[in-house]
């Protein structure tokens, strides 16, 4: 993949990964199944409980799996841009009356009514244009949200740069979501994904009223 990727590219990067590795988190640019599930687990730590999710580039829907492992049993709704992953997920979950899968396009607006929109690994490959991207899926995430939203990014903190990948300076992220978004965001920037590993992303978490 080059370093400046268009819709078109990435579709086709994914639908590339997901032929050469099938239903895995490999398919879905992740090292291993422990780091993808590590940033599931501390997206979903943005409630004690929860009622409703939708997720912004679900991928295979894993997150689901993985939130079914820990006790949920509300609905879920995932969106994704690459026909594949989403044909692949609504046939998973074909059984389950609690999943919706849909194929999402470009920045269409988001399905509302979900407590919770989350969204895992989406802001990490570099784009003509990362930070306009950034901010407009987090306006759409937010504007669909009823409670609030819960994702992740690179951070500008790191050592060694992935040309590939976009970094970016977590506290810019901070103040777009406090002053431009008009929420009460959460910075959690104290986690590594594996045991010793480096912090080289943060997460967010943005309600939309202050917490008591
Ligand atoms: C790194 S993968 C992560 C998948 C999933 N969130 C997970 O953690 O298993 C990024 C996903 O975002 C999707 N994606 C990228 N841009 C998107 C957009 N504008 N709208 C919806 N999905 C998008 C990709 O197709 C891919 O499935």
Known sequence: MSNETGQSELIEHYQSLLAKHGDSPQALQYRDAETQIARFKILSEIAPELNSVLDVGCGL????????????????????????????????????????????????????????????????????????????????????????????????????????LYYVDPMEVFAFCKNELGGHPVLRHDYVLSEGGFPFEFAVYVYKEPQY
Request: hydrophobic share 40%.
């Open 61 to 164: 829907g894993h997150l689901y799996l993985y939130l079914k492992s820990v006790g949920f049993s509300g609905q879920y709704v995932g969106v994704d841009i690459v026909p594949e992953f989403a044909e692949m997920a609504a046939k998973n979950f074909k059984e389950d009356p609690n999943v919706t899968i849909k194929l999402a396009s470009g920045l269409d607006p988001l399905p509302t009514g979900c407590d919770f929109v989350m969204l895992s690994g989406v802001f990490n490959n570099r784009m003509p244009d990362n930070k306009s991207f950034m901010e407009a899926t987090l306006h759409r995430m937010f504007t669909a949200a009823e409670k609030g939203i819960a994702f992740n990014a690179m951070t500008s903190y790191v050592d060694y740069h992935d040309d590939n």
